[in-house]
């Protein structure tokens, strides 16, 4: 599916061009590629965003995250880019909740930590232009059509909050969503 979308194509070649060691495209634009094609839609639902996350230790300033992410629009200006280095989450995780949250270690614990299982996905181009997944509460919610509340960053009302805001269900009428607290 990745391969066949020409608009994440673009998207993975561009932010390979950064040369970031450790990123990936994710959250809604790989959801929706995903449950458009489930559904069979012949239109792909457009990105609000292309999420773009990477993680560098040695650099946690919002600085190089714009920097990045203006190098990206001009090399693609038809996307609105949003570039977030997960090294620095913590910080305004700890700001959001008032609770300190501990830094991510890697690309991956970032990823695991996005409010929903089935968004918990990003993919990445490499150098020998071969697609990559990282995922990892795994497919399975994603390709179930399922919502379900990922507990390890927000809290249940937070993911509530998010479920109506996203209306998933009248895009998607197969999706499922899993609303009781775990």
Same mark, same amino acid.
């Given at each position: +599916?990745? +391969?066949?979308?020409?608009? =994440? +194509?673009?998207? =993975? #070649?561009?932010?390979?061009?950064? /040369?970031?060691s450790?990123?990936?495209? #994710?959250? #809604? $634009?790989?959801r ?6 489930l559904?069979?839609?012949?239109v792909?639902? %457009?990105a609000?965003d ?5 993680? !560098?230790?040695?650099?946690?300033s919002e600085?190089?995250e714009?920097?990045l992410e203006n ?13 977030v280095?997960q ?7 700890t700001l959001?909740?008032r609770?300190?949250? *501990?830094?991510?270690?890697? =690309?991956?614990?970032g990823v695991?930590?996005? %409010?929903?299982?089935?968004?918990c $996905? /990003? $993919?990445?181009?490499? !150098?020998a /232009?071969?697609?990559?997944?990282i995922a *990892? ?7 179930e059509?399922i ?7 927000i809290?249940?009302?937070a993911?509530?909050?998010?479920? =109506? ?5 009248e895009?998607?009428?197969? $999706?499922?969503?899993?609303?009781a607290?775990?």
């Open positions: +599916m990745v +391969m066949e979308s020409n608009q =994440l +194509m673009r998207a =993975l #070649g561009a932010v390979r061009c950064l /040369g970031l450790s990123w990936c495209i #994710g959250a #809604g $634009v790989i929706n590629l995903v449950w458009d094609h559904h069979s839609f012949e792909q639902t %457009p609000a292309i999420d773009v996350v990477f993680f !560098d230790g040695t650099d946690l600085k190089s714009r920097i190098k990206l629009s001009l090399m693609e200006p038809g996307f609105k880019w949003e570039l280095n090294a620095s989450v913590h910080r305004w995780l959001e909740s609770i300190a949250v *501990p830094p991510f270690l890697s =690309l991956t614990e695991a930590s996005w %409010p929903e299982i089935a968004t $996905v /990003g $993919v990445k181009l490499t !150098d /232009g071969k697609v990559e997944i *990892p509460h795994g497919l399975s919610d994603l390709f059509m919502v379900r509340w990922n507990p390890k960053c809290s249940y009302s993911f509530a909050a998010r479920v =109506l805001q996203k209306k998933f269900t895009r998607w009428p197969r $999706v499922k969503i899993f609303i607290e775990n």
